[in-house]
């Protein structure tokens, strides 16, 4: 008799464990703190552009000073930005910049330029440069010794003519003026021209340009904008936690405690 009420409180023992092991199964776990994202780094930023001996910006003059919009963004889009600056602040010779008006690059038919690859863009560009900062009386003496090599190379020539303080720089299809001086201080000299240069090395028949009208009322264009790349850092998601245990481990719980209850009844 005492075997058997010892086996019955066992057995009692026994389901009350089960019991509590089966509350703190459905117990839910205290939740994980969400692991942050790790800030992202944006690598990718451009360099400083050099600056010339004297403070020269090349970026910052075509913004400010006049409407070269679209000649910029053809440097940008040729990325020749730093190479005209890098001749400037890294040579003895400097450089001269003649930039066309917005109204200028207007006045060409766009399947002219678009027309052109890469590369040739490019040399376009930089036949619109000297290799050497010059000052506007210098061109009295470049009108004399005949075509003038531009930075494009050997292939981009210009010829310049100088009358009682008039400069014209002449490609084989475009007579344009220097209407302007933007920056002259060494070592980057800077002139607006009215026309855009079209050498015979890249267009080997007239190219369609349309008559700029003089005044302000000439039709510009801008370079469309480049949309900005966005950045974004992956969201973390919440991983699902589910119940510690769940039902299969209480089951398993009652089965032992049933087992050992009925081993001690045997006895």
């Not at 776990?29 to 992202?40: F, N």
């Not at 070269?68 to 940008?76: A, D, E, H, W």
């Amino acid at each position: 008799m005492r075997c058997c009420a010892a086996a019955v409180a066992l057995l009692a023992a026994v389901m009350s464990v089960s019991v509590v092991l089966h509350a703190g199964a459905h117990r839910p776990l205290a939740k994980l703190p969400r692991p942050r994202a790790a800030a992202l780094q944006r690598t990718d930023t451009w360099p400083p552009t050099p600056q010339a001996k004297g403070g020269a910006n090349l970026t910052a003059i075509l913004t400010l000073d006049g409407p070269f919009r679209t000649f910029l963004g053809y440097l940008q889009q040729t990325k020749l930005v730093e190479v005209f600056q890098n001749q400037a602040c890294l040579t003895d010779q400097g450089i001269t910049i003649f930039v066309p008006v917005d109204r200028a690059f207007a006045a060409v038919k766009p399947s002219v330029l678009s027309g052109l690859s890469g590369l040739q863009l490019k040399n376009l560009m930089m036949c619109h440069s000297l290799a050497k900062h010059y000052e506007l009386a210098d061109f009295e003496g470049l009108s004399r010794i005949g075509p003038v090599t531009t930075f494009a190379g050997g292939l981009y020539t210009v010829n310049v003519t100088y009358d009682a303080g008039t400069v014209h720089v002449r490609s084989r299809w475009a007579d344009a003026k220097i209407v302007g001086s933007v920056s002259v201080d060494a070592p980057m000299a800077i002139y607006e021209l009215d026309r855009v240069l079209l050498p015979a090395t890249l267009f080997h028949a007239q190219p369609p340009v349309a008559a700029i009208p003089d005044g302000a009322g000439a039709p510009t264009t801008e370079p469309d904008p480049v949309a900005p790349r966005q950045y974004h850092s992956a969201g973390v998601a919440d991983a699902p936690i589910s119940a510690y245990g769940g039902g299969d481990r209480f089951a398993r719980h009652a089965a032992i405690a049933f087992l050992g209850a009925m081993a001690l009844v045997a006895l």
